[in-house]
């Protein structure tokens, strides 16, 4: 009997542990939109809202996608080395990975890339999160770009977005060193590597993590080793930049609002940074009040103005995110529930 009752037991530990989780990220959610609320005049937004151009909301809904779907080709431009992926299938997994990333407070979209890239292809997770990881630092570069222009353009920028920046600037030198050493050094890289993760998890599991480190810096290395793939991996980064400013321009335009695309350019690319930070499930408030923060914080647009175009294209890209996720693991033969199921169950495999 006693055995009996304690099978269920984990099950309702990780049920718990989800809800409390999303109870958490629900109530900071609700915090950031009476936060949000409070710094805007409510019937300037609702007059921005009113004289919604339904034509421009189309038209950035497109540029939204477009967006994520030249990162999906630049990720496949980076797979060249490890497989050759279909543009439909790179497509449909990072899509799906956008909106579990946009679902979860975890971003756990990057590890189902590469649980949906084993699934499909085969391809050993040590060897996609590579990719995945050279993939996220290409939408950290434009950080060194505005760090570049800060002396030109004299933005108002508080601590907390000098720390976004910084950190961002941080962590493509560090990835740039580990490359750096990876290409050039490899034994002692991988010796390195070894004994950090032997003194961080003991030898045991030491010994299960070493093929991982492996099959990752080997992949990193011979990435690098391919400089062309590089080259065309920024230049997507550049056209998903410039789509992600259209969107934003569309979107202002829609509520009757124009912005210069200077101001456009720096502060929609900033606030793309922002979702380094832990976000609540669905970014709800944290969309609304980033958005003040930057456009209205630093650029001086009329808080109305931005609060109008925040609360209209949140709910807009969220349909979008969806009705595209759904329907790509539609075409991938999965479900929601068993894509959820398939991360669970290969959370403590990361070898494969």
Known sequence: MATEASVPRPLTVRVRRIVLRTAVGLGTGAVLIVVFLRLVNIGAVARHLAHLNVGLALLCGVAFLAAFVVRALRWRCLLVPTCRVSVRRAVAIYQVAIFINWLLPVRGGELVKCLLLRRSDGVPISRSSATVSVDKAMDLLPAIGLLALVPIVHPRL???????????????????????????????????????????????????????????????????????????????????????????????????????????????????????????????????????????????????????????????????????????????????????????????????
């Open 158 to 352: 508080s601590r907390l977005l000098w720390l976004l920046l910084l950190g961002a600037l941080a962590v493509v030198t560090l990835g740039a060193v580990v490359l750096a050493l990876a290409a050039w050094r490899r034994e002692q890289t991988l010796a390195l590597s070894t004994r950090l993760f032997g003194r961080l998890l003991g030898d045991g599991l030491r010994r299960r993590v070493e093929p991982f480190i492996v099959g990752f810096l080997d992949t990193l290395a011979g990435l690098f080793r391919q400089p062309r793939l590089i080259v065309v991996a920024i230049a997507y980064t550049l056209v998903a930049v410039g789509l992600d400013a259209l969107f934003c321009v569309l979107a202002f335009r829609a509520v009757g609002v124009a912005v210069a695309l200077p101001v456009v350019l720096y502060g929609y690319t900033l606030y793309n940074l922002a979702y380094i930070l832990p976000t609540p499930p669905g970014q709800i408030g944290s969309n609304e009040l980033f958005g003040l923060l930057i456009f209205s914080g630093m650029f001086g647009v009329d808080r109305g103005a931005v609060g109008g175009m925040f609360l209209f294209s949140h709910p807009w890209t969220a349909i979008l995110m969806t009705a595209s996720g759904l329907a790509c693991l539609s075409a991938m033969g999965l479900t929601l529930r068993g894509t959820m199921r398939l991360a669970r169950a290969s959370g403590g495999d990361q070898q494969g």
